[in-house]
């Protein structure tokens, strides 16, 4: 059985860092395209990065692009989100994904799996 767990989130000042960690078991990911997204208040969950497990190959969204960096640990079976320049916008609950096909895409729905969703807040 596939699971997602992220972990990471928590309260930082405007400007701060945070590093988000999405630790994966239940199956070999080699062939999986991995994603973060997140989801604010009252909005819909926004793709945010994606990374193709077997190359590393990454796809970022404009939002984060030059702020965040995803990177993945073959042997922690773990992907990561690092997330510097943070600001209040920033705010929402983030979460890990997966979806068995090394190709990212932005859409939520055609990722299989989720883990539980980490808080991430920024105060101003």
């Known amino acids: 059985q596939v699971q997602l767990v992220e972990s990471g989130g928590g309260l930082v000042q405007a400007g701060g860092s945070l590093r988000l960690s999405c630790a994966t078991s239940?199956?070999?990911?080699?062939?999986?395209?991995m994603g973060w997204f997140r989801q604010a208040p009252g909005k819909e969950r926004e793709f945010l990065v994606g990374i193709r497990w077997s190359t590393g190959s990454t796809y970022y969204a404009d939002s984060v692009k030059g702020r965040f960096t995803i990177s993945r640990d073959n042997a922690k079976n773990a992907v990561y989100l690092q997330m510097n320049s943070l600001k209040p916008e920033d705010t929402a609950v983030y979460y890990c994904?997966?979806?068995?096909?090394?190709?990212?895409?932005?859409?939520?729905?055609?990722?299989?799996?989720w883990g539980q969703g980490t808080q991430v807040t920024v105060s101003s």
């Open positions: 994904a997966a979806r068995p096909s090394p190709v990212i895409v932005t859409a939520t729905s055609l990722y299989n799996y």
């Open positions: 239940g199956r070999t990911f080699s062939s999986y395209a």
